[in-house]
């Protein structure tokens, strides 16, 4: 898939008041400064389409890309860790699920995670509170180029081990790099390929 156009249209609070539920539709969400935006710029090859930070928050609402005019793609709130109030956090999280629940045209959601860490807790409860609703993800592991090869190899290891404590089978898992460009042309096959299962 080549993306040819991308284009913001708007920033909600509720599930409701998105666009309308007409085109197949795809989620980002990981851990707050796991480098999501940076990555939905890599993948759409637009530099300023996500608005990245150095700090964990930055995104607060639900922001949707019409891409190729032809699918909707989806920037959700970081969750965990945001210099932000208990009931701001509650509100984000209830924001989150109400969408991630509730909206009908999300063929899958695609969750980030630092391929640098050591399985976190948040990340591990977050996938299990997907697969116990019923929720179409896949796993896509970034800052890929701050790892050796072989440590690369190690850490996705371990997360499969890992997930297979809980997961008979395992969703489909990415590489990516937003520096390196790494993972584009998969993620993006992958996308096509829904879409096209989807019409």
């Known amino acids: 898939?080549?993306?040819?156009t991308a284009d913001f249209l708007c920033s909600n609070s509720d599930y409701r008041k998105c666009p309308a539920?007409?085109?197949?539709?795809f989620a980002f969400i990981g851990r707050s400064n796991v480098g999501?935006?940076?990555?939905i710029n890599m993948v759409t090859n637009r530099?300023?389409?996500?608005?990245?930070s150095g700090s964990p928050g930055k995104t607060q609402?639900?922001?949707h890309f019409l891409i190729n005019t032809a699918w909707y793609l989806v920037d959700l709130p970081g969750y965990g860790y945001a210099k932000i109030t208990r009931t701001i956090r509650e509100k984000w999280e209830l924001m989150i699920r109400d969408y991630l629940q509730k909206r009908e045209n999300l063929l899958c959601?695609?969750?980030l995670i630092d391929a640098r860490l050591e399985p976190q807790v948040i990340d591990l409860e977050f996938l299990q509170w997907m697969g116990i609703n019923q929720i179409p993800f896949c796993i896509l592991f970034t800052k890929a180029d701050k790892l050796t090869k072989n440590e690369l190899a190690s850490s996705l290891s371990r997360y499969r081990k890992k997930l297979l404590d809980a997961w008979e089978e395992l969703p489909p898992i990415f590489v990516t790099s937003a520096e390196k460009g790494t993972g584009k042309t998969e993620v993006l096959d992958y996308l096509d390929q829904l879409v096209k299962e989807h019409s």
């Open 47 to 52: 530099k300023g389409l996500a608005k990245t």
């Open 36 to 39: 999501k935006s940076s990555l």
């Open 1 to 4: 898939m080549n993306i040819i």
């Open 21 to 25: 539920a007409d085109k197949p539709e």
């Open 109 to 111: 959601t695609m969750v």
């Open 61 to 63: 609402l639900i922001n």
